[in-house]
């Protein structure tokens, strides 16, 4: 249902180049000229930019109509076409408003459905502040249930499982594909662009599922949270294999998923003894969707697999991140966290060039004007994409399509 409050304008021809980083030059940024990132490195390293806070998004919020105009959420073409075919995303958000509020607005559109899920734990600032962003945006709501969750653990995964049911249970916006995402990510790709390359899917998803013996020690053994330190630790005591002869896979958290698969997931019987069977093992959220793509047996909707029967690894497209690897060369212009690259100023040319629909990650508090000349590149992008032609050729080629 699409709420009469915004209209959708064409904006003017000075308005497709404008500049949300007005003390730096964002075009110069992504076309890697590095005079200009040396220049913005120094206005960061000066002190010349001011990040915002929690408090700042729920005060920003009181005014809706306001909000709205001031961080472009209704200044937009939207076609035919990308109203024909409404997505859902699944957003979680452990700390940071201002993070997730970034997101929204790059990827948000009046018919598709939002379902953000708070860690429970985290500051009443936060709740807060997201609570009064969803009361001027109709179709995006908050989690009808809430988890606290623990890095590695089942809750994380279980995050997810209620904004899908909750988004299931959506009923003003039939969508066709479903995106979960952190709050940390960011989109390369405009919400025409996802449009066409997910029709050209045409049901398949977009997940990352691999057989990887490394990785079994997460599930060969039984883990609990530790309720002092609420970490994940292993019990050393040996855990009984999968249910319904299953295989293991392993994969990314987050993908695109459609709407048969989750469906397939949420009330398939043997789906739900696997995600039981998941509940002690290290990091589920990494395993859960990715068993459910490796097993040809299962009938999972949505799976294209290779001539060795493993699902196709070509079909990944829906985050870009760049992982710590030892040798030379410089990978990340950024820093490591957790072996995951956040992303700097210097790594915008490579991102912007990226098949994947999102990058992952940034932070909006370090090298900040990485993420703001991101939001200026894909704000200018949507203005025009009615008018941009998107090369199909990669992922036909990914389906098998000649």
Known sequence: MVNNIFTHTVLISQSVTERLAHKV???????????????????????????????DVRNNAQNCELFLKNFNYNRFTISKEEIDFPIAFSLLVHKDAV???????????????????????SNSSLHDAITA?????????IASKLEDVIYASYSRLQADIN????????????????????????????????????????????????????THYRVNETYKVNPKTLKVENTKQRKPPPPHNMTVGKGSAYGAFSRR???????DERAQDLLKWTEDTYSP????????????????PGIQYN??????????????????????????????????????????QKLVSEKEFFANKFYHDYQ????????????????????????LFYYRRALNFT
């Not at 997730?100 to 899920?117: G, T, W």
């Not at 003003?172 to 995106?179: E, G, H, S």
């Not at 200026?376 to 994409?385: D, G, Q, V, Y």
Request: glycine share 4%; charged share 20%; net charge negative.
């Open 368 to 391: 900040p004007y990485a993420l703001k000349c991101m939001e200026e590149w894909i704000f200018n992008r949507s203005a025009t994409s009615n008018n941009l032609s998107t090369d």
């Open 163 to 214: 904004c899908m049911h909750d988004l299931l249970n959506y009923t003003d916006v039939k969508w066709k594909y479903l995106i979960n995402l952190p709050a940390q990510e960011y989109p390369l790709k405009t919400n025409l662009e996802m449009v066409k390359i997910l029709k050209l899917f045409n049901g398949t998803n977009s997940i990352e599922s691999v057989y990887d013996t490394t």
């Open 99 to 121: 993070q997730i509020e970034i997101l929204l607005r790059a990827i948000y559109r009046p018919h598709n459905v939002y379902c953000i899920h708070i860690d429970r734990k």
């Open 133 to 141: 962003v969803t009361k001027c945006l109709p179709n995006v709501f």
């Open 25 to 55: 030059d964002c075009r110069r940024i992504t076309e890697g000229d590095e005079l200009e990132i040396s220049y913005a490195l120094d206005v960061i390293q000066n002190g010349d930019y001011n990040c915002s806070s929690n408090d």
């Open 307 to 348: 001539a060795l029967g493993f699902p196709d690894r070509r079909l990944w497209i829906t985050t870009s991140t760049t992982w710590q690897s030892p040798g030379p060369g410089v990978n990340c212009h950024g820093r490591y966290v957790r072996d995951i690259c956040v992303f700097g100023l210097g790594d915008l």
């Open 261 to 267: 698969f989750v469906e397939f997931s949420l009330n």
């Open 285 to 300: 959220d990494e395993t859960f969707w990715a068993t459910l793509a490796i097993n040809k047996h299962l009938g999972t």
